[in-house]
């Protein structure tokens, strides 16, 4: 059984498990989302849906949205978010909202804002959301908390950057989609290498040393800034803390 089978199946069993009829994924025109929308698509041939939320986004992003969605045939739903991030940023700071903002925690209101559209769905749809985050994200924390993180399951949770692309050809992904730069949208002009500050490229090898056990072959300063953002971020992909009375 090929890689995008076992994907689509394990997506399936997950769903049908739940109760659930089908699967809601939030459609950023990246290589990420494009790959879980398909194996959804394969999952759910007549219930999946991908919904595009623009929120001052790249139009360019939500064209190769709508292209891989018009070659798979996958049912799609646009909620702008624009007036609504502008509204929610006016009552809790007076005033609106600039693209530009870089401050992280403005730019993270728009991950939060989709997650919570992508919740309507699926509550009204009795569907699961299904996240896109992948294994070469996960380990640095590169993911909003309650945001592109609060999902049901990961389907490419346990495959990095380059074995994802590996299974957007495989898929049928359109190739402008796979090359483009990976970015998270947050503002203009921003990508998730910059924002790490390490190319997915190195970050992948550094994750097989570190996994394997041969981090003599990284760069030690690399491999150290690695390892701290993951100790960093440890409590992004765990769930809360409970007290207990002992």
Known sequence: MNLPTKISDWIKE???????????????????????????????????????????????????????????????????????????????????????????????????LRMTALYYFANKLNYLVVGTGNKSEIVMGYFTKYGDGGVDLEPLGGLLKKEVRSLAIELGVPQEIIEKHPSAGLWHGQTDEGEMGITYDELDKIIEAIEQGNEKECNPAMCNKVKQRMLASAHKAAAPPIFEIK
């Open 14 to 112: 997950k769903v049908e498990i739940a109760g659930a009829k089908g699967c809601v994924v939030g459609l950023s025109g990246g290589v990420d989302s494009s790959a879980v929308a398909v194996l959804c698509k394969k999952a759910f041939p007549k219930t999946t849906l991908g919904l595009l939320m623009p929120c001052f986004s790249n139009p360019e992003d939500a064209k190769h949205a709508k292209d891989l969605a018009e070659k798979f045939k996958i049912e799609t739903y646009e909620a702008k978010l624009d007036d609504t991030l502008n509204s929610f940023y006016h009552a809790l700071e007076g005033k609106k909202c600039s693209p530009d903002d870089k401050d992280l925690a403005t730019v993270n209101l728009r991950p939060r």
